[in-house]
């Protein structure tokens, strides 16, 4: 006799709630229902190997098909009584349901899991919900339970041979995608990939005739020994490396892996592997699976996962994980902090492990791990002090060191007159070629720190390093890199410091939001007569800038040089006295005048600082005014004296031009140029 009833709700709109609370998730119903039969079937075989069940369990396989307009899910689990209905399927408990509204209105992953509403799920796309099943006790009947969106049901007696539970959903019109092979097929492989119980759909199929045909055999959707579940002591290399292939197809071979497997104080199993990392950072992210249970539950770790370790690939499987995680419920649960640290560490572990058994091969893929490593230093102190013990830098022989094995090769030499130890580097091999040469032929060594995460990485190691200071190769001249005595003095006086100055100021080029300025140092004849040089705070920061948003302050100001004359050297000699001798008589007269001129401002200076502003008459403010423009006309006309002179020399173009190409700044037709006045040069 069938009976009817309402589900046990406080409130007549449970269904509405559920379609539009739950609408952007909908596709989590099938996962729901074949979660369900997952459970029904594993507490079967828990009974039976408790003795509680003494019948053939048989085939335990978990069926979907269609028929129509209908998708059924089949399990031969335990099944339910018509009281196990009553109790499981009708009776939700709501305090208040208007209360669940207002609390609840903006948490849609709450809805489901947290209150035990999985198989409710099936209605937000189902316009009605039967349940067949017979229980696997002895003499149970077996019971129909039917439900059209609404709280009313009908529960009657049914027909049904077998233990066991089919759940009937009848597709709404809005929702007849989830009928469609192609859909269920992709909604399986995302949520039921790895569940512990075989899941049959459709059947597989072969080439015949000219197209695909269905053989009599099930096709299995699932993998239900996934590697991460299975004894890392029964698993070859080949059977991690292609468990990640299957996860990742298209991905290059994983560097390392690791193998998880705790039960305390949290139970946590899993597989995470050091892809090989390029350029992007943003590239690798969601490569983590989580599992619950073998049950997907997402790919967004973030919480559950240190930010740095998202760039790893791999499955995480936890049941102390809320199957339906939000970020906000992640955050304030103890058990994902505790996984999370606890991740991190055999991480680090494992690395170090690696690093000290079998150095070669870590070496080998330093260029791969570097910026994970580096990424997990500067976002997680605690993971910084475990790498730090195996942290790489490489030099320009591409050798490998440890922070405390290149402390000790260069201390010695590269100390400067302070006592901070200089770690030179270098950015780019070849556009620094020059630099790099030069500071070695000095006995120094140069790291290559050309990574994303470099200019970070160095700014984060001066401050942990004690007396420690990173400087880029061509960041200054070479005696200035590493000063190991004062600067020797520049033995011209003042007016031929002005002239050198003027002369080669006068032949830089105009590039787009660049300055240079030019500096005079005493270097030795031996050293370049011309250097390009770039401060090494500036361009660091302007690095950093364009990483980081909040330093758009730097990004946005020019890129400033400085044009180093070493005035010991014989061309910058030969430059100076051949003015000397080329403007002389030129400059007297303009020279004799702008003395003249530069004792009356002085006088007209000392005059009116004896008097208050309100004080100085319009007269004085004019003869001031006028002293200031003359200066400026009669220092011009000595300028373009030097200007003409550079124009016609040849060694001061040809010596700026090779400080340019240097540094990657000489193209165009500035380069053009420079071949043309090279080949005449030569002859």
Not at 10 to 25: A, Q, R
Not at 240 to 248: E, H, N, S
Not at 297 to 321: K, N, Q, R
Not at 538 to 543: F, G
């Amino acid at each position: 006799m069938a009976t009817t009833g309402n589900i046990g709700v406080t409130s007549e709109n449970i269904f509405p709630v559920i379609k539009k609370f739950l609408y952007s998730d909908h596709e989590i119903f099938l996962r729901e229902i074949v979660s369900n039969a997952i459970d029904a079937t594993q507490k079967l075989k828990t009974l039976a190997s408790a003795g509680e069940f003494k019948g053939e369990l048989g085939d335990l396989t978990i069926r979907i098909t269609t028929d129509g307009g209908k998708l059924i899910i089949s399990d031969r689990g335990i099944g339910m009584t018509a009281g196990e209905i009553d109790k499981y399927i009708n009776q939700i408990a709501f305090s208040s349901a208007e209360e669940f509204l207002e609390k609840y209105k903006n948490d849609t992953a709450a809805i489901i899991g947290h209150f035990g509403l999985g198989f409710y799920s099936s209605f937000m796309v189902s316009k009605k919900v039967e349940i067949v099943t017979k229980s696997y006790r002895e003499g149970a009947v077996a019971m129909k339970w039917s439900c059209e969106g609404s709280p009313a049901y009908e529960l009657a007696e049914t027909e049904k041979e077998d233990r066991g539970t089919d759940i009937i959903l009848t597709i709404d019109d809005e929702n007849r995608d989830f009928l469609e092979k192609d859909k269920i097929t992709s909604l399986l492989t995302k949520y039921c990939r790895f569940l512990p119980v075989p899941i049959a759909f459709g059947k597989e199929q072969e080439w015949k005739d000219g197209k695909y045909v269905d053989k009599a055999e099930d096709h299995i959707v699932n993998e239900t020994q996934p590697a991460w579940i299975r004894k890392p002591s029964d698993l070859k290399d080949e059977d991690y490396q292609k468990f990640y292939t299957d996860l990742y197809p298209m991905a290059d071979e994983p560097l390392f892996w690791i193998h998880l497997n705790v039960d305390y104080p949290f139970n946590l199993t899993g597989i995470l592997y050091f892809p090989t990392v390029k350029n992007n950072l943003d590239l690798h992210r969601n490569k983590i699976q989580l599992y619950c249970n073998q049950v997907f539950v997402t790919d967004a770790v973030e919480d559950i996962v240190p930010e740095f370790l998202t760039l790893l690939h791999g499955v995480i499987d936890s049941p102390d994980i809320p199957l339906n995680v939000s970020r906000s419920y992640l955050q304030s649960d103890r058990n994902v902090k505790k996984i999370s640290t606890h991740i991190t560490k055999k991480v680090s572990d494992r690395l170090e492990e690696i690093f000290k058994n079998d150095r070669p091969q870590f070496e080998s893929k330093w260029d791969s791990l570097k910026l994970f490593i580096q990424y997990g230093m500067l976002s997680d102190e605690k993971f910084y002090e475990r790498a730090a013990k195996f942290v790489l830098l490489k030099d320009t022989d591409h050798k490998y060191f440890t922070l405390e094995e290149y402390k000790k090769l260069i201390q010695e030499n590269q100390t400067d007159k302070e006592g901070e130890t200089i770690y030179l580097y270098t950015t780019s091999e070849n556009d620094q070629y020059s630099y790099i040469r030069t500071a070695r032929d000095k006995g120094y060594s140069v790291l290559v720190m050309d990574g994303q995460l470099d200019v970070h990485a160095i700014s984060q190691l001066e401050q942990k390093l004690e007396k420690t200071r990173f400087v880029r190769v061509d960041g200054d001249t070479v005696d200035n890199l590493i000063k190991k005595s004062d600067a020797g003095d520049v033995k011209i006086n003042e007016d031929q410091k002005m002239a050198l100055r003027e002369i080669f100021s006068s032949r830089l080029p105009e590039v787009d939001k660049t300055e240079f300025h030019i500096t005079l140092e005493a270097q030795g004849e031996q050293a370049n007569p011309v250097v390009l040089t770039q401060s090494e705070f500036m361009r660091r920061m302007r690095e950093m800038s364009a990483m980081q948003g909040g330093m758009s302050f730097y990004g946005e100001m020019p890129e400033s040089y400085n044009l180093v004359l070493n005035t010991d050297h014989r061309l910058v000699k030969k430059v100076l006295a051949g003015s000397e001798k080329a403007c002389t008589e030129k400059l007297e007269p303009i020279l004799a005048e702008i003395k003249g001129w530069e004792a009356r401002q002085a006088d007209l200076r000392e005059q009116q600082s004896k008097k208050k502003p309100e004080e100085i008459t319009e007269t004085e403010k004019e003869d001031m005014t006028g002293t200031d423009k003359q200066l400026d006309e009669l220092r011009a006309q000595r300028n373009a004296v030097w200007a003409g002179y550079a124009a016609e020399n040849s060694v001061v173009s040809q010596l700026i031009d090779l400080a340019l190409l240097g540094n990657g700044l000489l193209k165009g037709e500035a380069l053009s140029r420079f071949i043309s006045r090279s080949v005449k040069l030569i002859k």
